[in-house]
C-alpha cells in the first residue's frame, strides 16, 4: 500500500508541475471546449 | 503442565500427567464407540454415534445428556492436529455458541497438548482467535470502560449471554447444552479478553487473533475466509500520512516556484464602447511581442444588468497568421421574486489559452450582445491580456488527489471499525 502510494503521489505531483511549468491549466485540458471557434477564427483559417 | 485450561470449565488447575494412549469404552446408550484423548483429564465426552454426552469420572459412565440434535459437523474435525504458537495441539472437542437471542454464534474448539494443558480456538463468522485462560486476579473484570489485564489496556466491548448449543467430543468438565455463562468481552487487538461468569465462578481468558491463513495451513484443511472484521482482528487501514505528507509539502514548494518563476506580465488592455453598431464588427487589440514561449489570460469585464455578451475571440500571430481561438460568455441577471432577491452570473471572465510560441500578437473579438437587439446606451467591455500567468488550478486539483488517500483510508478504518462492532459483541 505504502509503495502504490508513493507512486501516485509521484504522479500526481510531477503532473501537477509538468503542467505547471509549461503553462498549462488541466481543467481547461479537461474542458476543451473553452475555444469555441466561430466567425472570427473561421475568417483567419 | 504449566497451562490451565481455558473457556467455561472448571477454574482448577489441571495436574500435570504423561501423555498417554487414547482410550475407547462402549457408548452407555447406544453402545457405539467412544474414544477418550485426554485421557485422565477429560471429565465428559460425547458418543460419536448417537451425540450423548457421557460423564466418564464417573465409573458407570453416567449419561449427562442423552442424544442431543442431529449431529454437527465442525470445520475442523476432532483429532486434528495443528502447531499454533509453537506448540502442537490436538482438537479434542468443540461447542457451538452462541448469545441470548441467537443472533450471534460461534465456535469453541477444545485443543489439548499433555505437556501445555488445554486452549481453545474460537470461530466466529471466519474470524480465529486461540484463547488460554488467565491464572491471575483481574480485579476490575466485568467493568465497562478500560481495564488492565496482563499488563495490556482493554477497552470494553460488550456484555451479554453465552449459550452452549451443541457439544462434541471431550471436555474437562461436565460439557452440557444447558451450560449458559455471563459474558463481558474486552478488546486490544489483537488481543481480546473475555470475563465469564457463572454461580460457581468467574473465569478470566485472553486470546489472541490468529490469521484465518495461518490456521488453514496449520490444520492443512481449507477454511472460509472473513467477509467483513473481526472482534479482536487489527484494524489493516491504517492512515498513512507520512508518503502524502511529503507529497504535499513537494507540491507546495513547486507551486511557489512557479509562481515565482511566472512573468505574469500584461501586455494588453484596451476597453471597448460597444454599441448596437458594432454588430459584425470584428474589433482588433494593439500587437503585443511575446519573447518565449508561453500561456495567455484574457481577463474580462463588462458592466451588465439584466443582459449579455458573447465574445468570439482569436489570438493571432501576425507573422505566420496562426490564430489560437477562444470564447467567452458574461450574462448578469438580478431581479426580486417572492423570495426576495436574487442575482445570477456575473460581470467578469477569464479564459486560458495554452502556451503559444514566441511572435508578436494581436487578438480579434467578434462581439454578440444582448445590447444589439434594442435600443441603449453604449455598454463599455474591459479585454486584458496577460502573458505567462501562474496557475493554481492545477495546485488545487493535486491537493485534493493527494488528500484523498486519507481521507479514503479514513473512512475504511472507519467503517472496519464500524463492523468490527456491529458484530462482535454479545448482545445484551
Redo the contacts between chains.
Keep these: 500500500m505504502s509503495k502504490l502510494q508513493m507512486v501516485y503521489a509521484a504522479l500526481v505531483v510531477l503532473t501537477m508541475s509538468a503542467a505547471n511549468f509549461n503553462g498549462y491549466a488541466v481543467t481547461a485540458m479537461l474542458a476543451g471546449k473553452q475555444a469555441a471557434s466561430r466567425g472570427v477564427n473561421a475568417y483567419h483559417k | 503442565m504449566d497451562d490451565q485450561p481455558s473457556g467455561s470449565p472448571p477454574a482448577q488447575p489441571v495436574p500435570p500427567r504423561a501423555p498417554g494412549r487414547p482410550r475407547t469404552f462402549a457408548c452407555p446408550s447406544c453402545g457405539g464407540t467412544v474414544t477418550l484423548r485426554a485421557v485422565g483429564q477429560s471429565i465428559s465426552a460425547t458418543c460419536s454415534q448417537c451425540s450423548s454426552l457421557i460423564d466418564v469420572a464417573d465409573e458407570n459412565l453416567r449419561i449427562i445428556e442423552a442424544a442431543q440434535s442431529a449431529m454437527q459437523d465442525a470445520e475442523i474435525p476432532i483429532g486434528a492436529r495443528a502447531r499454533l504458537s509453537d506448540i502442537e495441539w490436538e482438537v479434542v472437542g468443540y461447542m457451538r455458541r452462541s448469545d441470548g437471542p441467537g443472533d450471534f454464534r460461534w465456535t469453541e474448539y477444545l485443543l489439548f497438548n499433555p505437556y501445555r494443558g488445554y486452549r481453545f480456538l474460537v470461530e466466529e463468522y471466519g474470524h480465529w482467535t486461540l484463547v488460554k485462560m488467565l491464572n491471575r486476579d483481574v480485579p476490575e473484570a466485568g467493568k465497562q470502560g478500560w481495564i488492565e489485564a496482563n499488563g495490556r489496556s482493554y477497552q470494553f466491548f460488550g456484555k451479554g449471554f453465552a449459550r452452549t448449543t451443541y457439544v462434541a467430543g471431550e471436555f474437562f468438565w461436565r460439557a452440557s447444552t444447558a451450560d449458559v455463562t455471563a459474558v463481558t468481552d474486552y478488546i486490544a487487538p489483537p488481543y481480546r479478553l473475555m470475563v465469564e461468569k457463572n454461580d460457581a465462578e468467574i473465569i478470566v481468558s485472553e486470546g489472541e487473533y490468529l490469521d484465518a491463513r495461518a490456521v488453514a495451513t496449520a490444520f492443512n484443511t481449507p477454511l472460509r475466509t472473513p467477509s467483513s472484521a473481526g472482534v479482536s482482528q487489527v484494524n489493516p487501514h491504517k492512515p498513512?500520512l507520512m508518503?502524502?505528507g511529503?507529497?504535499v509539502i513537494?507540491?507546495t514548494m513547486?507551486?511557489l516556484t512557479?509562481l515565482a518563476i511566472s512573468a505574469n506580465a500584461l501586455v494588453g488592455s484596451q476597453t471597448y464602447q460597444l454599441t448596437a453598431a458594432d454588430k459584425g464588427k470584428?474589433l482588433s487589440s494593439g500587437t503585443f511581442r511575446l519573447n518565449r514561449?508561453?500561456?495567455i489570460e484574457i481577463e474580462t469585464g463588462a458592466y451588465l444588468i439584466n443582459d449579455w455578451l458573447e465574445l468570439?475571440?482569436?489570438l493571432?500571430n501576425v507573422d505566420t497568421?496562426e490564430?489560437?481561438?477562444?470564447?467567452q460568455s458574461l450574462e448578469h441577471y438580478r431581479g426580486t421574486d417572492s423570495d426576495g432577491d436574487w442575482e445570477e452570473g456575473g460581470n467578469n471572465g477569464t479564459?486560458?489559452?495554452?502556451?503559444v510560441p514566441p511572435g508578436t500578437y494581436k487578438l480579434?473579438?467578434?462581439p454578440d450582445a444582448g445590447l444589439f437587439a434594442k435600443p441603449s446606451s453604449p455598454l463599455p467591455v474591459t479585454v486584458a491580456i496577460r502573458y505567462?500567468v501562474?496557475?493554481w488550478?492545477?495546485?488545487l486539483?493535486?491537493m485534493a488527489?493527494?488528500l484523498a488517500?486519507p481521507a479514503i483510508s479514513m473512512i475504511r478504518r472507519m467503517m472496519f471499525e464500524k463492523s468490527r462492532w456491529e458484530k462482535g459483541g454479545v448482545a445484551e
Design positions: 498513512s508518503v502524502i511529503f507529497a513537494a507540491a513547486l507551486q512557479s470584428t514561449s508561453g500561456n468570439d475571440m482569436a493571432v497568421n490564430s489560437y481561438p477562444a470564447f479564459v486560458l489559452l495554452p502556451p480579434l473579438i467578434e505567462d501562474p496557475i488550478s492545477n495546485y486539483i493535486a488527489l493527494l488517500v
